[in-house]
């Protein structure tokens, strides 16, 4: 009989073996990530002429699809959930690639690991919707979290945000111009505007299910957003439910997250016609 495993010994077992992709001391590495991470040469000193952020790397399928295609980039993939953490660090290692790395960690506390102006780009695919109201402020699209991004942005830096959820994008879109961000990109067909962008896991398994890809280019405010910017934009409707179309969808792909709630108005409208029916049969 096989002794009974502790509950996190499997996934201490794969954070050991993907140990060499995995950075848990990142803070240290705060404003020199270009250089610390560039693997030794002939010449001695070299540095990346980038570094990216994929915020929320799920497995890795981006960090590694674009580490292959840029060797002159760092791609730091970051994930709050050690089971992605180890599903990235471990597609890195398999695909041998020297310039991507994988962090464990939250949006909300960036400025501990990136310098001012230390990055060139961040990629935000398919984040966590959080529909509700109450959970908005967990999404990493509020006007809160970009104005915690903007400075580690270069001022010509770029942030893409690309999602399956229409709701999602429309509740993103405002945020972004509230506190003066450039939005140079918002499309409803991301993979007709920017055909080359690898397809994450999330993108290729929603897709299938017949989404399509909403998407919002944006660069920096050259400002930081100002109290009265970001308390308009915590005005702005903070439930996903405010952003749905008039037809819920009908006979349409259902954005991830969403299926319980569009079930729940779906069934409220259906009782409500019913009652108001058998009303007009009485009267
Ligand atoms: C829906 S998945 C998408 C994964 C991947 N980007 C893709 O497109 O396949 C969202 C990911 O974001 C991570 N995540 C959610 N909130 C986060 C946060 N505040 N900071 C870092 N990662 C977060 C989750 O753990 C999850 O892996």
Wanted: aromatic share 8%.
């Amino acid at each position: 009989m096989h002794a009974r495993m502790p509950k996190n010994f499997v996934l201490d077992q794969r954070i050991e073996r993907a140990a060499n992709a995995i950075e848990t001391g990142a803070a240290a590495y705060r404003g020199r990530w270009a250089e610390a991470c560039h693997p030794l040469t002939e010449h001695g000193t070299e540095r990346f002429e980038r570094v990216h952020l994929d915020l929320g790397c799920g497995k890795g399928a981006y960090i590694a699809a674009m580490a292959a295609r840029h060797p002159d980039t760092l791609f730091i993939g970051m994930d709050s959930e050690p089971v992605c953490v180890v599903h990235a660090a471990q597609l890195v290692l398999d695909r041998g690639l020297k310039n991507a790395l994988v962090i464990p960690g939250d949006a909300a506390r960036l400025d501990r690991i990136f310098a001012l102006g230390e990055l060139s780009s961040i990629s935000i695919n398919f984040p966590t919707p959080h529909p509700k109201r109450r959970n908005a402020r967990l999404r990493v699209t509020t006007a809160e979290h970009l104005d915690g991004y903007r400075p580690l942005l270069k001022a010509d830096g770029i942030l893409a945000l690309r999602t399956d959820s229409l709701p999602l994008y429309e509740f993103s879109l405002p945020q972004f111009k509230t506190i003066g961000w450039n939005v140079t990109c918002a499309t409803h067909d991301d993979r007709a505007a920017h055909p080359d962008q690898p397809i994450t896991e999330y993108e290729q398994r929603l897709t299938e299910q017949g989404a399509t890809v909403h998407a919002v280019y944006a660069r920096p405010a050259a400002q930081p957003a100002t109290q009265e910017q970001l308390q308009a934009a915590l005005e702005l409707p903070q439930s996903l439910i405010d952003y749905l179309p008039e037809d819920l969808f009908a006979g349409e792909y259902i954005p991830y997250g969403m299926s319980y709630a569009i079930d729940n108005l779906r069934n409220r409208r259906h009782h409500l016609a019913a009652r108001k029916d058998a009303y007009s049969d009485r009267i």
